[in-house]
C-alpha cells in the first residue's frame, strides 16, 4: 500500500488547499493512502484537533476515501512532519513551494544554502513531491 502524507496550515490556506488538491490528485495516480497533517507549535495557545482538520478539510473536498488526519505537537513545525513522515513510514510526501521556503530557512541556519528537495528526499528514503 502506498503512503502520501501532506502537512497543511490551519485553518486551511489557498496554499493549504491547493498543495491538498495536488496531494489528492496524486494519491488517486498512485492509489496511496493520504494522510493530512497538522502540527500544533507547543508556543501557541492554539489547539486544532483532528475533528476541526477533518471538517474543514471535508468543506473544502467533501469526503476523501482512505483518508487519516493527523494533529501533532511540536516546537518545530519541519521536525514534527519528518517524524510523522518516518512514523507513517510514507512513500510520498507532498509539500507546498512556500513550507519548502520555511524549510529552507531553518536548515540554512544549520547547514548553509541546502537544496531542500534533494536533502528531503536523501533524509526520507520517499519521493517528494513539491507543488
Known amino acids: 500500500m502506498t503512503r502520501l502524507v501532506v502537512p497543511v496550515r490551519y485553518p486551511l490556506t489557498r496554499h493549504s488547499r491547493a498543495t491538498l488538491e495536488s496531494a ?9 493512502d493520504i494522510t493530512v497533517l497538522h502540527v500544533n507549535l507547543y508556543q501557541e ?42 512514523a507513517e513510514d510514507a512513500d510520498i510526501v ?17 547547514l548553509g544554502d541546502p537544496n531542500i528537495e534533494d536533502f528531503l528526499k536523501r533524509e526520507l528514503d520517499c519521493t517528494v513531491r513539491t507543488v
Open 24 to 32: 489528492i490528485g496524486i494519491a488517486e495516480e498512485e492509489s496511496a
Open 94 to 110: 507532498v509539500i507546498g513551494g512556500k513550507q519548502v521556503s520555511r524549510w529552507r530557512r531553518s536548515l540554512r541556519r544549520l
Open 45 to 86: 495557545s492554539r489547539r486544532v484537533t483532528r475533528t476541526d482538520l477533518k471538517r474543514a478539510v471535508e468543506r473544502s473536498f467533501g469526503r476523501l476515501p482512505r483518508t487519516r488526519y493527523v494533529v501533532r505537537r511540536g516546537f518545530m513545525v519541519e521536525q514534527a512532519i519528518l517524524d510523522e513522515i518516518a
